[in-house]
């Protein structure tokens, strides 16, 4: 059960980063650069420390998610937003030393804390964007990563937690995106 529910978030990555590539390309959605580098460390060595503490199934959407926030980050270099802040360097930076306490204690623990506190930043200049204007998003996207990464949850191996903060907290994070969305539309 674990496997199919592990599958069953793998086809959501693809089926909610699909519309949001489309968008790209259409100029409906323009990424914040930074964000989606910071994704890209973030998700990427978050993946080695659910992996290593046996998520199983459960790290198979961060694993797949790694794969395609790389290309998102590479066309966001083009066609996103370059509305860099400070605290944006200040993120990437951060997630990019994130890897030395994994190094250091030989355990993904600390790293993996850290680097959700990163990612959970990484939505900032996002959501920045978004209030500014909200149809820079793609709403569909955010609704299906919040119910894969509730869903994953439901796919974890061994629960800890390296393997349980994670999707926890981008499913509160793709949540807070979408409402953000959701109310500029109740608005008009």
């Known amino acids: 059960m674990k496997e199919f529910i592990g599958l069953v978030t793998v086809i959501l990555v693809f ?10 390309f259409r100029n409906k959605t323009k990424p914040h650069m930074f964000t989606w580098m910071i994704w890209t460390l973030t998700t990427s060595l978050t993946f080695f420390g659910q992996w290593q503490k046996g998520a199983g199934a459960g790290s198979w959407t961060t694993a ?5 926030v790389v ?23 951060a997630a990019l030393l994130a890897i030395f306490p994994w190094m250091l204690t030989k355990d993904p623990t600390l790293s993996v804390v850290i ?5 959970v930043s990484g939505f900032f ?7 500014k204007n909200p149809e820079s998003e793609t709403f569909i996207s955010y609704v299906i990563n919040a119910i ?3 869903l994953s949850i439901f796919a974890i191996a061994n629960y800890n937690l390296v393997t349980y ?3 926890a907290c981008l499913a509160v994070m793709n949540i ?13």
């Open 15 to 24: 089926v909610s980063i699909i519309p949001y590539i489309i968008d790209i």
């Open 64 to 68: 797949t998610a790694g794969l395609l």
């Open 71 to 93: 290309f998102i980050a590479l066309i966001s270099i083009k066609k996103g937003s370059k509305d860099i802040a400070k605290f944006d360097v200040i993120m990437l930076v």
């Open 115 to 119: 680097l959700t506190a990163i990612d």
């Open 125 to 131: 200049p996002t959501i920045r964007k978004t209030i």
């Open 148 to 150: 894969r990464h509730s």
């Open 165 to 167: 903060i994670y999707p």
């Open 176 to 188: 807070i995106v979408l409402s953000i969305i959701l109310k500029s539309r109740f608005k008009k």
